[in-house]
């Protein structure tokens, strides 16, 4: 019978992928900043309800907010280490890049251009979106293809300025854009009247029907998207043990809830589950923290300090937050949705 014999080198490459694959990650240089400093710097929106918005009093909120929490819960052991960086559609990518900030969760669409030559990486997509249009509710307007020759309030330096473009040409609708730099002159020109209807992703419109409209029910949000808009934070090219926290923080929420894991249990959960997959995630059973260079309990961290992804989604935007947008492709994709993380193991 013939005998199998791995040549050395074969048993030499085993060994070392063996090794490898329990091998601690050591701290890149992102990471021992923000432990030097004590704290996270993240860069949001302005003010846009729901995902990032702060209160009279300077405490901020919203969907992009938790992300962040949650990451300075896992790296720093307490959600509330975080600096909090304002920030317009023009100044996000430069403040990122000049490393004025660590993480950038801002309701920014993943791109290839973005992906691929301004020197980040998108960390996952924390919210499904596309772009609509919102409209006088007594007007004529009732679809998307009846804003031919319409005035189209837009901000610049964002997908959605392109994507309005783009939707005129290939429908021959001539539309006019009147461009913005700020958020706050777009929507202000709108309600002012001086365009027939505002563009800009779907959530961003409940967001801005919600808090600036005087009226809310005087404004109707078309049915049509028109593009694509997965959202979602990124952080700096050139430090993957950064990049990995940032990635793995996110879909640990995700596996919370997948698993039933939430704020209320998370803590009786850590010492008595059934659960394999809870036992890991939560490091029970096993200590998956320190291929990330963190300790057993970053995941039951990120939880306790923000729930899991469900309660983040329901708490900030979902149909019984002021946003009221149904959950929809942000289910989970056992639910009959797209969201889906990578297993914990």
């Known amino acids: 019978m013939f005998e199998f014999k791995p040549s050395r080198l074969a048993c030499l490459a085993l060994l070392a992928a063996g090794a490898l694959s329990a091998t601690p990650a050591l ?5 021992d900043a923000i432990k030097a400093r004590g704290q996270l710097v993240c860069g949001v929106n302005t003010g846009l309800a729901g995902f990032s918005s702060a209160d009279s009093q300077g405490n901020w909120s919203g969907l992009d907010v938790d992300y962040c929490k949650a990451v300075a819960a896992s790296l720093l052991g307490d959600a509330g280490k975080v600096k909090w960086v304002p920030l317009n559609a023009q100044q996000r990518f430069t403040a990122l890049q000049s490393g004025e ?72 609708l001539a539309i006019k854009p009147v461009v913005f730099e700020k958020l706050e002159a777009a929507t202000g020109a709108y309600f002012a009247g001086r365009c027939q209807a505002y563009t800009t992703d ?10 600036e409209a005087k009226t809310p029910a005087d404004h109707l949000i078309l049915p049509e998207l028109i593009s694509k808009e997965p959202l979602g934070p990124s952080v700096r090219r050139g430090d993957d043990e950064f990049f990995a926290i940032a990635k793995w ?84 994709w056992n639910h009959g949705g797209i969201q889906y993380a990578p297993p914990i193991r």
């Open 27 to 31: 701290a890149g240089k992102t990471i």
């Open 101 to 172: 900030i660590d993480i950038l969760s801002r309701n920014t669409t993943w791109t290839l251009t973005r992906d691929a030559s301004l020197g980040m990486h998108f960390v996952g997509a924390t919210y499904y979106d596309g772009q609509g249009f919102m409209v006088p509710s007594k007007g004529k307007i009732k679809n998307a293809k009846q804003l031919k020759g319409a005035t189209v309030c837009v901000q610049s330096g964002t997908t959605t300025e392109k994507n309005l473009t783009d939707f005129s040409r290939a429908n021959g």
């Open 202 to 211: 779907a959530s961003g419109l409940a967001s801005t029907r919600n808090k």
């Open 249 to 332: 923080v996110y879909f640990a929420l995700l596996e919370a809830e997948e698993y039933g894991i939430n704020q209320a249990n998370v803590d009786q959960l850590k010492t008595k589950t059934d659960d394999p997959a809870v036992g890991r995630i939560l490091g029970g059973t096993e200590d998956t923290g320190k291929l990330l260079g963190l300790d057993k309990e970053w995941a039951a961290r990120a939880i306790k300090a923000v729930g899991n992804y469900g309660e983040i989604f329901e708490r900030n935007v979902g149909p019984k937050s002021a946003l009221g947008l149904p959950r929809g492709v942000n289910n989970l």
